[in-house]
């Protein structure tokens, strides 16, 4: 079924064929939900709903730390662990041949203690089974996806994890275990699946890319504004020292200025070095602004730039959210060739540079400052109707549901 839209034209977003069988309800394993940096999980679960499922979200821990507005809702009716004995857990939780299997999978994992684990899937099990959750789905390969197997293996159901980065390249942990484990996994780029399929070659992967609202995410109307715009976690990954290096390097009668959206633990570095490198006049830290912000106020900007890089630790962004939807907002990019940018930003819609590379960055800087409008018109509708065509929330939900429901069957034929 389309959407109802036409912001330009006669610009619509396509229908998503999904399986016709019966969607079952969804338990999400989450270790903290909502979060505020973590948009694509709760539009997942949106989109998700509008699909037909029931998603029950269950969380690890207490809810703390801050959210966006628009999760107001879903931070009320987050499930939080039960506080039961433990034989009402043991009664509740599933067989004694699934209990068997997942005090299994606690002694071979090496993460968390096996009678935490195993006593922290229980409670899950026993939530989810009130809940009448009949999968269950976690997000990051930590914490959250070892307790959703244990959980499912109590209570004999499928149960999928999605990966996104930190939890592969920065800090993995058992992943060969949980991806072996697991009735499936999620990758969210190509080369994330590649990587799977070597560390469990019977392992079965899906790739389906987290995805954005094009209704929400709009074109503006007007002329730019004649600055950049850079989006992301004030840390190491994120690439903002290489910008500020690159900056420093364009001469400043071509010096566009640039504004970061975000805070985290690097700022005083970063700004540090903006008064060492004498760019503090070009470039502004705006600190963190809610999804609308970025909705209402980016538009206007002349371009987007995703300097992403590899940290010491290995540790990257796989396919990053803010990108796709500063595409499905027209804006040209200026992006690191790496992991999933490689997938989204294609040569249409913008440029792609070494990660890390300071140099070929500040000529980026310098080409993506002085694009003329019809450049920018070009490059900007190229990317609008890439994320259209490839990456919306709908294909997200669409390729997941099709997951479960194709596990979903295969457990009733068998």
């Known amino acids: 079924m389309p959407f109802d839209h036409a912001p330009a034209g006669d610009e619509f977003v396509p229908p998503i064929a999904t399986a016709n069988a019966v969607r079952p309800a969804v338990g999400y394993v989450l270790s903290a939900f909502p979060v505020l940096s973590e948009t694509f999980v709760s539009n997942e679960i949106r989109e998700m709903r509008r699909l037909g499922h029931r998603i029950v979200p269950i969380a690890l821990s207490p809810a703390g730390g801050r959210w966006q507005p628009d999760d107001d809702a879903l931070a009320r009716e987050t499930l939080r662990l039960p506080d039961l004995s433990a034989a009402a857990a043991l009664r509740l939780a ?10 299994a999978f606690c002694r071979r994992q090496t993460g968390i203690r096996p009678r935490s684990l195993f006593w922290a899937g ?4 026993a939530a989810a089974r009130r809940a009448g959750c009949r999968h269950l789905h976690a997000h990051f390969a930590h914490s959250a996806a070892a307790t959703a197997i244990v959980a499912a293996r109590a209570l004999g159901v499928p149960v999928t994890f999605t990966a996104h980065g930190y939890d592969v390249y920065g800090s993995p942990c058992d992943l060969s275990l949980k991806l072996a484990s697991a009735s499936a996994a999620v990758a969210v780029c190509n080369d994330m699946v590649e990587d799977f399929l070597r ?15 094009p209704l929400r995410f709009l074109p503006g109307a007007g002329p730019d504004n004649g600055r950049l715009l850079a989006v992301g976690r004030l840390v190491e990954q ?9 900056l420093a390097l364009v001469p ?4 566009p200025g640039i504004d970061i959206v975000g805070d985290g633990p690097l ?18 830290l705006l600190g963190s602004r809610p999804a609308a912000w970025i909705a209402s106020h980016a538009p206007a900007y002349r371009g ?17 959210v803010v990108v796709k939807e500063a595409m499905a907002m027209g804006l040209p990019i200026l992006a690191s060739r790496l992991m999933g940018l490689k997938e989204i930003v294609a040569p249409d ?11 070929e960055l500040a000529d980026g800087l310098r080409w993506l400052g002085g694009i003329d409008g019809e450049t920018r018109a070009r490059l900007g509708s190229a990317g609008r109707r890439r994320v259209i065509e490839t990456f919306t929330l709908r294909h997200q939900a669409a390729g997941l549901s099709s997951l479960i429901a194709d596990l979903s069957g295969a457990r009733a034929a068998g």
């Open 94 to 103: 599933g067989s004694p041949g699934g209990l068997a299997r997942a005090w």
């Open 122 to 125: 229980l409670r899950v099990a």
């Open 199 to 213: 560390l469990a070659p019977s392992a079965r992967v899906a790739m389906v890319p987290c995805g954005v609202d």
């Open 238 to 246: 994120k690439g903002f020292d290489i910008l500020i290096q690159a």
């Open 252 to 255: 400043s009668g071509h010096r």
């Open 267 to 284: 700022e005083p570095a970063l700004r540090t070095a903006m008064d060492r490198l004498g760019i503090a006049a070009s470039l502004r």
């Open 304 to 320: 987007f730039v995703a300097p992403f890089r590899l940290t010491a630790e290995g540790d990257r962004d796989t396919g990053p």
């Open 349 to 359: 819609c913008g440029r792609q540079v070494t990660p890390a590379d300071a140099t």
